[in-house]
Each structure stands twice: as structure tokens, then as C-alpha cells.
T-cell receptor, first 112, second 115 residues
Framework: EDQVTQSPEALRLQEGESSSLNCSYTVSGLRGLFWYRQDPGKGPEFLFTLYSAGEEKEKERLKATLTKKESFLHITAPKPEDSATYLC?????????????FGEGTQLTVNP | DSGVTQTPKHLITATGQRVTLRCSPRSGDLSVYWYQQSLDQGLQFLIQYYNGEERAKGNILERFSAQQFPDLHSELNLSSLELGDSALYFCASNPGLTQGGNEQFFGPGTRLTVL
């Protein structure tokens, strides 16, 4: 069974203070690791897909990296508008259909 | 805006009742996924349809059912509602390729409150 654990549960940063969010996963044959951003009461917004260890993707102040056991979402010089819950999800090779297994998320607050 | 639409946005009903949630996928997407998000459990996969056929099932209760119609919109039916069914219900869609880890695009959700 695919499993995803995210840490920390909550993170409070000052504007400009860079940090990283962690996503540890257990999956049989990774067929994709996904990062989403979710604002309160809204649907998850797709950010990145990573497929293999060593892969990196960037978008504005966000950079996602992948190893064989975990992924990191690095936030460089965050702004208050980056405040949201960040969700990590995986799709495993043995998963029937194309379901995603999500972690509980990291709630990020960036103070001005 | 992901291109996935869901109606209604909010639904308030009583225990024992039945409701229907509707989802229209992005143009061209053949796969539709339903997820439940409650405060204590995060996002949980319920069911997937691909081009009208059920493709995968998660921990979906027997009181819940879904279908995908020829025009590719999908409906999630929840019956004999209990207080614990109160949650956000999300629909997601993608082209439905069987190879690779293709991303899913989520709708704005339906907030269900059971009183």
C-alpha cells in the first residue's frame, strides 16, 4: 500500500525566510510524485510532477526535488501570498487505475 | 481555473437523506476521479471512471455510488447520509493515459454539511 508522510505539519516563516517542506513516501514502483497547493476551502492546484530520483523542477519561488525515498519543496524568499497548505501525492505502479495517495499536507504561513 | 467544474458549491442536508454531486471534467479529459477531504483524514480517493467505465475503487462506502455519462460528466450519489459524511468532495480529471504519472486537475469542490 502506498504511503505518504509530510513534515512539518505546520510551518510559520517570515517574509524572505527560505525553508523546505519534506515528503517521505513508500510506493511500489513510483509512477509519479506530485506537489499541489491548496488554499482554504478551494481545490488543490497542481504545481509539479517528478518521475525519477535526481529530477528537479522550478516555478517562481518554488523548487521541487526527488530522491528514492523523499521529495523536498524548497521555498526561496517566500512572500505572504505563498501561504497555503502544500500537498504531496504519489502514484504507484501497482495502483489500480491512476489513483493518487496524498499526504496530510504542510500548512505554510508567511508573515509580512 | 483548472477547467473542472463542480456543482453545487455548498449543500446542506439532514441525516438519512440522499444527494447528488455533479462534475464536468476539462475539455478532452476522459478520466474523472472523486476524492473526499475531511478535517481528520485529508484527501481520500473514492473512485475513478474512464470513458464511462469504472476503473478503480478506493475506500468508498456502499452508500455511495458514482457514474460517468456519455458526455463524460460524472455524478457522485451519497445516500442514507450520516453526520460523518460532512466533508469537501472534489472531482479531478485528466486525459487518462495508462502510462506515466500524469497529474490530475481538481475542481473547486462541493462542501457537504449533514445536520
Amino acid at each position: 500500500e502506498d504511503q505518504v508522510t509530510q513534515s512539518p505539519e505546520a510551518l510559520r516563516l517570515q517574509e524572505g525566510e527560505s525553508s523546505s517542506l519534506n515528503c517521505s513516501y513508500t510506493v511500489s514502483g513510483l509512477r509519479g510524485l506530485f506537489w499541489y497547493r491548496q488554499d482554504p476551502g478551494k481545490g488543490p492546484e497542481f504545481l509539479f510532477t517528478l518521475y525519477s530520483a535526481g529530477e528537479e523542477k522550478e516555478k517562481e519561488r518554488l523548487k521541487a526535488t526527488l530522491t528514492k525515498k523523499e521529495s523536498f519543496l524548497h521555498i526561496t524568499a517566500p512572500k505572504p501570498e505563498d501561504s497555503a497548505t502544500y500537498l504531496c501525492a504519489v502514484r504507484g505502479q501497482e495502483t489500480s487505475g491512476s489513483r493518487l495517495t496524498f499526504g496530510e499536507g504542510t500548512q505554510l504561513t508567511v508573515n509580512p | 481555473d483548472s477547467g473542472v467544474t463542480q456543482t453545487p458549491k455548498h449543500l446542506i442536508t439532514a441525516t438519512g437523506q440522499r444527494v447528488t454531486l455533479r462534475c464536468s471534467p476539462r475539455s478532452g479529459d476522459l478520466s474523472v476521479y472523486w476524492y473526499q477531504q475531511s478535517l481528520d483524514q485529508g484527501l481520500q480517493f473514492l473512485i475513478q471512471y474512464y470513458n464511462g467505465e469504472e476503473r478503480a475503487k478506493g475506500n468508498i462506502l456502499e452508500r455511495f455510488s458514482a457514474q460517468q455519462f456519455p458526455d463524460l460528466h460524472s455524478e457522485l450519489n451519497l445516500s442514507s447520509l450520516e453526520l460523518g459524511d460532512s466533508a469537501l468532495y472534489f472531482c479531478a480529471s485528466n486525459p487518462g493515459l495508462t502510462q506515466g504519472g500524469n497529474e490530475q486537475f481538481f475542481g473547486p469542490g462541493t462542501r457537504l454539511t449533514v445536520l
